[in-house]
Each structure stands twice: as structure tokens, then as C-alpha cells.
């Protein structure tokens, strides 16, 4: 037999089930779930790219600060 705890800790276990199967249930959820799927590649596409663009750029600037130095900075 379940302590009172135990059974609280099903009850709740069971309303957080019920209600994720409802949302999931959902037209938008689904539609959600389909445009996300599908546009993550692009997502994460433009990211890696952004993160070389600004990796360039980094580089670029730490050219001018060497030079504008005269070659003393790091």
C-alpha cells in the first residue's frame, strides 16, 4: 500500500501525464512540432555560419590592433 506522500506523488505524476497528452493532442503542438523539425537545420545552418563570420572578423581586428601596435600586442 502507497504512504500518503507516495499516492500524492502519483496523483500528480498522473495530471502532468494527462496533461502533456493533451497539449501533445493539440493541432498546434503538432504544427509546432513539424515547423521546428524542419527549420532546426537551418537554424543551426546560419548559427555555425555566423559563428565563422564573427570568428573572421576577430581575427581581422586583432590583425589591426598588431600592426597599428607595431607588433608589441598579443
Request: charged residues 25%; hydrophobic residues 45%.
Amino acid at each position: 500500500m502507497l504512504t500518503p506522500e507516495e499516492a500524492k506523488a502519483e496523483r500528480i505524476a498522473r495530471r502532468h501525464r494527462e496533461r502533456d497528452e493533451k497539449m501533445k493532442a493539440t493541432t498546434g503542438y503538432k504544427v509546432w512540432s513539424v515547423v521546428f523539425t524542419l527549420s532546426y537545420p537551418i537554424i543551426a545552418t546560419f548559427t555555425a555560419l555566423f559563428s565563422v563570420v564573427v570568428s573572421v572578423f576577430s581575427k581581422i581586428s586583432q590583425a589591426v590592433v598588431w600592426v597599428l601596435s607595431g607588433g608589441r600586442s598579443r
